[in-house]
């Protein structure tokens, strides 16, 4: 366990120091197939095998970013490392290079040994190489995944499927080199295309119905080895040009902290990765006690009947043991309430990601017709005709004055401090306890890839699973339905055509207490969930390429196998967070 004292200066990235005077390169990547710029999420592309095909993820990492000088000297950076990411339209990155002219530029795809197998922990919550930020890391199987390349593909008169290409290991990063005049004497920018043809097309020829639909690069794969020799050539440099930045960044100041304060210890596993806590709203005890007084008290609600934890109960990890919640009148909601813990790994919330933080989130409830039916100015009137109310809120906020903006900030913080990270998993992993041979088969399965072709035969679920926080907090289409028109999930938010019945990841931390399950609540077992997965999911336009790569149905569990991977999930519960 890490004990972390938040203080509220802003921790600054070092870069490290490379040279007296070194100048800012903004290094842009466009991302093409065939020389046309890519949309993602359309089935019109068609590779060298005569496929077509679409592109649902591009997300890759760079490294050993190296300059050649005239002389024939290289320039390393070092420390220095990109993530890109498409379809989270992070396509720009900033490098610090000495000053200078140069006449090539060279970098890897991936990372070179020391890099993939470093202490992940140790990565701040805005470093490329922060696996709860960049969602590469591999976590317990070790090393980053350094280029993921997903989507669907169909040949004449098929269904479409899924593909999915890991790139990673080790030795199979991959060096790109770049001849091109770059005066460096100033800021510049470089934009660089990324062909994504090329890699599935040249000079190695891949076809998914051939030669594989999934790759996870393990020593003899052929895909990876065809990824790796068709790399270098997929990267070429558009345009380069002197820039002069005139952005500031402004620090972050810290919103109505109190004269008198106590910092939050903050709690958290030392497996886990650095979270980004918001940094005006840095964490103190006046605050989050508020906080959880707030989360308990019914006069949030119109007729005074409910409370936030009405619906997240602390016997159920925090989540609502029924179906669906009730709300004020009895009304009886369309969503099962998500449990919550370990929220300070998260961006967005609610299953569609419609609030962008927890304090948002926290006053949408209070709000819902369905929920608690209250307005704001209601809330505040409420609590500030009571005269428990308004020294907290000077205690928490320096001030009795008590706002809407207060109370969410004051949610905010108690929900944050609410950390899971002590079940038999972890003890284990710690070498306190020992799994049983059940609960070990089912660990591997949930670990390894359904991969057929290189005679791997898991459950897969760690695509979106992974991570000691057991989610990538992504949003996914996992085959519950084969039409998309029944609860249209994070579309009904982003009005997206390719992000219908696509639902947030929940975390499995704590699983076996947090029943029922799904968006809707429909499965009431853990038995029923692996089920799904085995042999209940529905193919659709937006299916999860991850899941659509399988055989229909899904990957079809013998029996032992489905009551091994119910028993490995029961290891995730963490009763000292339940009881306390």
Request: proline fraction near 5%; hydrophobic fraction near 35%; glycine fraction near 6%.
């Amino acid at each position: 366990m890490r004990n972390v004292r938040f203080k509220l200066c802003v921790v600054g990235l070092l870069l490290g120091v490379i040279g007296a005077h070194a100048t800012a390169l903004e290094l842009s990547l466009n991302h093409v197939f065939n020389g046309v710029p890519v949309t993602l999420d359309s089935m019109q592309y068609r590779n060298a095998a005569n496929e077509i095909m679409s592109v649902e993820r591009v997300s890759y990492l760079l490294s050993n970013f190296a300059f050649e000088r005239a002389d024939g000297k290289w320039i390393e950076l070092n420390e220095q490392f990109v993530w890109m990411d498409v379809a989270g339209k992070r396509t720009n990155a900033k490098l610090e290079v000495p000053d200078g002219t140069y006449r090539a530029t060279r970098f890897a795809v991936g990372l070179d040994a020391k890099a993939n197998s470093s202490d992940t922990t140790k990565y701040l919550a805005d470093h490329p190489l922060n696996p709860n930020l960049n969602g590469l890391h591999w976590s317990w199987q070790g090393g980053y995944i350094f280029l993921a390349l997903e989507g669907k593909y169909q040949t004449t008169n098929t269904e479409p499927k899924g593909y999915s290409y890991h790139f990673a290991r080790s030795n199979n990063c991959t060096p790109v080199t770049l001849a091109a005049n770059l005066d460096l004497s100033k800021d510049a920018r470089m934009v660089v295309d990324f062909d994504i043809a090329t890699v599935l097309n040249s000079p190695r020829v891949l076809s998914f119905a051939k030669d594989g639909a999934s790759t996870h690069s393990r020593n003899g794969d052929p895909v990876a080895s065809a990824i790796r020799a068709n790399l270098p050539g997929a990267f070429h440099i558009r345009q380069f040009f002197q820039t002069t930045d005139t952005t500031q960044n402004k620090p972050v100041q810290p919103l109505y902290m109190p004269k008198e304060f106590t910092p939050y210890r903050f709690n958290m596993s030392a497996m886990f990765p650095i979270p980004s806590l918001p940094r005006d709203n840095p964490l103190i005890e006046e605050r989050v006690s508020l906080g959880d007084k707030l989360f308990h008290e019914k006069a949030l609600s119109k007729d005074g009947s409910i409370s936030c934890a009405s619906c997240h109960q602390n016997s159920s990890a925090f989540s609502d043991p029924r179906e669906f919640s009730i709300g004020v009148r009895k009304q009886v909601g369309t969503r099962h309430a998500m449990p919550l813990f370990n929220m300070a790994w998260k961006s967005s919330f609610f299953w569609d990601g419609r609030a962008p933080s927890l304090r948002k989130q926290a006053l949408m409830p209070i709000q819902d017709h369905a929920e608690m039916d209250q307005t704001l100015d209601g809330a505040v009137s409420n609590l500030t005709a009571r005269a428990e109310y308004p020294p907290l809120f000077e205690k928490a906020f320096g001030s009795k004055k008590i706002t809407a903006e207060k109370i969410g900030l004051a949610i905010e913080q108690f929900v944050l401090t609410l950390t899971s990270f002590d079940s038999k998993f972890d003890r284990v992993l710690r070498g306190q306890e020992k799994f049983t041979e059940q609960e070990q088969r089912g660990f591997e399965l949930f670990m390894t890839e359904y991969e057929p072709r290189m005679g791997n035969y898991g459950a897969d679920c760690f695509h979106c699973h992974g991570g000691p926080l057991f989610s990538d907090h992504q949003f996914h289409n996992n085959g519950l339905d084969a039409k998309n028109d029944l609860d249209t999930g994070r579309y009904r938010f982003t009005q997206i055509d390719s992000d219908r019945s696509k639902f947030a990841t929940p975390s499995l931390r704590n699983v076996a207490l947090t029943a029922p399950y799904m968006h809707d609540g429909r499965l009431k077992t853990l038995e029923a969930v692996v089920e799904h997965y085995s042999t209940g999911v529905k193919r659709s336009p937006t299916l999860d390429p991850n899941i659509a790569k399988h055989p229909d149905g899904g990957i079809h569990l013998s029996a032992p196998d489905k009551q091994a991977l119910v028993a490995f999930l029961k290891t995730l519960t963490d009763q000292k967070f339940v009881k306390n």
